[in-house]
C-alpha cells in the first residue's frame, strides 16, 4: 500500500488561508486520492478527490470556490489550498488513496472506498 504523509495544518484566523500537502511514497497512474476532515463529535467528511491518471476533480459543493485540489505528480504529492477560511473548518483533515480507475466522484463520495490513509493534520481557524 501506498505510505501517505500530511503536512501544512495549523492555527489560522477566520479568512486566512492554508495549502496542506500530501505527499505519497508513490503513486501510480491510476490513484484516486481524497481529501477527508473530520471535526470532534462529528462524522468524517469527504472534501475533494483528484485522479492521477487524468487529473478529474470532485470538490465537495460547500467548499466549492473556496478549496482548490492540486497535484504534483512528479513529486507524488497532493495539495489542498484552502482560502478564506472559517471557523466551521476546523477539523483533523486527512488524505486517503485507492487504486482504481474508475470515476473521482462515484469513489470519492464514501471513505471506505479508501485503503491507504495518512495520519492527518490539524486545521484550527479561530480569532
Known amino acids: 500500500q501506498v505510505q501517505l504523509v500530511e503536512s501544512g495544518g495549523g492555527l489560522v484566523q477566520p479568512g486566512e488561508s492554508l495549502r496542506l500537502s500530501c505527499s505519497a511514497s508513490?503513486?501510480?497512474?491510476?490513484?484516486?486520492i481524497g481529501w477527508f476532515r473530520q471535526a470532534p463529535g462529528k462524522e468524517r467528511e469527504v472534501i475533494s478527490c483528484?485522479?492521477?491518471?487524468?487529473?478529474?476533480?470532485y470538490v465537495v459543493e460547500s467548499v466549492k470556490g473556496r478549496f482548490t485540489i492540486s497535484r504534483d505528480n512528479a513529486n507524488n504529492a497532493v495539495y489542498l489550498e484552502m482560502n478564506s477560511l472559517k471557523p466551521e473548518d476546523t477539523a483533523k483533515y486527512s488524505c486517503?488513496?485507492?487504486?482504481?480507475?474508475?470515476?473521482?466522484?462515484?469513489?470519492?463520495?464514501?471513505?471506505?472506498?479508501?485503503?491507504?490513509w495518512g495520519q492527518g493534520t490539524q486545521v484550527t481557524v479561530s480569532s
Open positions: 483528484l485522479s492521477t491518471r487524468d487529473g478529474s476533480e
Open positions: 486517503a488513496a485507492v487504486a482504481s480507475i474508475h470515476s473521482v466522484e462515484p469513489m470519492c463520495r464514501y471513505a471506505w472506498n479508501f485503503g491507504s
Open positions: 508513490a503513486f501510480a497512474d491510476y490513484y484516486i
